[in-house]
């Protein structure tokens, strides 16, 4: 995991869900840019949820771990302790 990523997670634990501004403004040392892209990886990585509140706001939250299985699964992506089925010959 980069540091960005695990300095997000680590505030979203900290504070719960929160606005992406706000987690962009707690994380100076990192540019918007840098958040941002990060912020795009976990959610595409299904480790946190990006949701629009009002027109140009977003909230940023951590998915809960029971959760995080199945979201990899639904993304067609098996977690490492499942095989892929073989093809019947």
């Given at each position: 995991?980069r ?6 997670i ?49 909230q940023?939250?951590?998915?809960p ?25």
């Amino acid at each position: 995991m980069r540091p960005i990523d695990a300095t997000i997670i680590d505030t979203l634990r900290r504070t719960g869900p929160c606005r992406l501004d706000d987690v962009v403004t707690s994380l100076s040392i990192f540019s918007w840019g840098e958040v941002f892209d990060a912020v795009d990886r976990l959610s595409r990585d299904g480790r946190v949820v990006l949701s629009q509140i009002s027109y140009s706001t977003y909230q940023l939250s951590l998915v809960p771990q029971s959760h995080a299985s199945s979201t990899s699964i639904q993304m067609g992506q098996l977690p490492v302790n499942m095989a892929r089925p073989q093809a019947a010959s």
